[in-house]
């Protein structure tokens, strides 16, 4: 009788989980949305409080209390700016709960395993534990405790691959003999190293990628966690999850023009990091005061601004968002072009500029505003790089190449806010800099932003 | 493979791609609060782990439970709450403008 009820509320929760994320195709019904997909985990936890192998509540009510004191301060009161960082460690522990069921059912079960019960929880376990060491790891990169730059040595991607084969081979053991208790911990233990492995060689700018990519494995190791304990909802949460993160970095690989395997084992701007901007390329630099900033928006008709990582750094959103009001009340159209990749995951510039309360209808995806800016007065680019280099369109020797940009060099006037005249984090120089008509302010974007809307007020 | 194990194949296939659908809809202005949302919602492997640690198998399936119901309630209850954050942020402009 109750493992009929529970059953219903698991098939309850996982239509629940199913509408909520239909609701994200608008923000309109996004919310909404989200409550069901709440209430949904909600009859998805009751219905296992009921589970008849239960025997007592106080571990399962310590780890919830625990989790939500750790949880609910994380969530309520951190920065917009550092949500990939937060994305990053949710990840983590996704993984880490993934393994440790894993574990423990090896643990309990060990030799008696069937072959696919064995291989399930070798599966669980090797993309949780890989998943909770390589989101470590991209953790530590966007926090800057780790260097962003791809640490990259001899025979990495040999090296790295073998482990990996090491590792698949240990679980295809396992399946073929369960009993080998030392095998499956020295596995877990190759696990863990290949996560920090695979993450450490890849740079900041591809972050996105990687943060999809393991959202996916997040996914795809609860969903062997179903298989393992014959749980459909966690299967179906699992699949969710996993066809959202693989969905996700292929959006993102294509907006760069790479592959998945580009991104994992080509250790993007290793080799043009350490290229020195040329003095000839310097010199051409056309630097303009607030000032001349000021001006050439004042008599602006038409605005793009272009936020990057740049802007997220600085936290500029807000002073992004009280500038292009001040131009738009001069009686100018205002746009904002969002490139997929600007910043650091997927949506990262909407997500800041809706905290400074611009309108979602004001956010352009590159195909819908690329054909605009050719007829704009002023395109601003606030930290922007890579995303808006033009060589990705004409040099074929551009490590970019073929890149999708944001065609801002094709504006009147171009309007580059920039600390200083240093490569971007792929380390690839930008001609977008030394164009005519291209006029670089350098400076904190946030303080260069507050003084023109000050010399704008005059 | 048991009946059970080729059933529970076939649902895993059919949510992928029921999944998949669902997510090409979502605009790339959503797809920040879409990752925190399925963060949160893989948070599922709480079912899993509330089982190993209230079911006093072994010590260490409760230990390892217990870390598991920590990590997976951090997930559902941060990602809910982060996710509604980031929703309430998102604003259609006012008619007649601002």
Request: hydrophobic share 40%.
């Given at each position: 009788m109750i493992g009929s009820l529970v059953d219903l509320l698991y098939i309850a929760a996982s239509v629940l989980f199913i509408l909520g994320l239909k609701g994200l195709s608008s923000p309109e019904t996004a919310r909404r949305g989200m409550l069901l997909a709440e209430i949904g985990m909600l009859m998805a936890i009751v219905g296992t409080l009921?589970?008849?192998?239960?025997?007592?509540y106080e571990w399962i009510v310590a780890g919830f209390l625990l989790g939500s004191v750790i949880g609910v301060p994380i969530a309520v009161l951190i920065p917009m700016t550092k949500l990939p960082e937060r994305i990053a460690l949710s990840h983590a522990f996704g993984g880490l709960a993934a393994a440790m069921v894993g574990v423990s059912e090896y643990y309990r079960h060990g030799e008696e395993l069937g072959a696919i019960k064995m291989g399930a929880i070798g599966f669980e376990v090797m993309l949780g534990a890989l998943t909770f060491t390589g989101s470590m790891m991209a953790f530590g990169k966007l926090q800057g405790v780790i260097t962003g730059v791809p640490v990259t040595y001899r025979f990495q991607n040999v090296s790295n691959i073998s482990l990996f084969a090491v590792t698949i081979g240990s679980v295809a053991y396992l399946v073929y003999d369960p009993s080998r208790h030392a095998l499956f911990y020295a596995m877990l233990g190759l696990a863990f190293l290949v996560g920090l492995l695979f993450v450490l060689p890849i740079g900041g700018a591809d972050m996105p990628v990687v943060i999809s990519l393991l959202n996916s494995y997040a996914g795809l190791a609860a969903s062997a966690t179903g298989f393992v304990l014959s749980n459909n909802v966690l299967i179906i949460a699992g699949a969710l999850d996993g066809a959202s993160g693989f969905f996700l970095s292929i959006i993102m690989s294509k907006a760069m023009n790479r592959s998945f395997t580009n991104v994992l084992f080509?250790?993007?701007g290793a080799i043009a990091e350490t290229a020195p901007v040329s003095v000839a390329q310097t010199a051409g630099v056309n630097e303009g005061s607030l000032e001349d900033a000021g001006m050439l928006l004042e008599n602006a008709r038409s605005l793009i601004v272009v936020p990057g990582y740049g802007m997220a750094v600085a936290q500029a959103q807000h002073a992004v968002r009280e500038l292009a009001d001040l131009v738009a009340k001069h009686g100018a159209t205002v746009k904002y072009a969002i490139h997929p990749?600007?910043?650091?995951?997927?949506?990262h510039m909407n997500v800041l500029l809706a905290e400074a309360n611009v309108p979602y209808d004001q956010l352009y995806d590159l195909d819908a505003i690329n054909d605009d800016f050719s007829a704009t007065d002023v395109a601003l680019v606030v930290g922007a790089n890579d995303v808006v280099n033009p060589a990705a369109k004409?040099?074929?020797?551009?490590?970019?190449?073929?890149m999708p940009v944001l065609n801002?060099?094709?504006?009147r006037s171009v309007i580059v806010l920039k600390r200083s005249m240093n490569p971007g984090f792929a380390g690839i120089e930008n001609d977008l800099f030394v164009r005519p008509n291209t006029m670089m302010v350098f400076g904190d974007a946030k303080q260069t932003l507050t003084r023109i809307v000050a010399e704008l007020k005059k | 493979m048991t009946p059970e194990q080729f059933f529970g194949l076939y649902i895993f296939i059919l949510a992928a791609f029921v999944g998949y659908q669902v997510i090409t809809g979502v605009p790339k202005l959503l797809h920040t609060p879409l990752m925190s949302a399925t963060n949160a919602i893989s948070g599922i492997s709480l079912v899993g782990s509330i089982v190993a640690a209230g079911a006093h198998y072994n010590s260490v399936s409760t230990a390892l439970g217990f870390i598991a119901v920590t990590c997976a309630t951090i997930n559902v209850v941060g990602g809910f709450l982060i996710t509604d954050r980031t929703l309430k942020m998102f604003k259609k402009r006012k008619p007649g403008g601002k």
């Open positions: 009921l589970h008849h192998d239960i025997v007592s080509g250790a993007f990749v600007a910043g650091r995951m997927p949506g004409t040099n074929p020797r551009s490590p970019i190449y073929g801002v060099d094709l504006a | -």
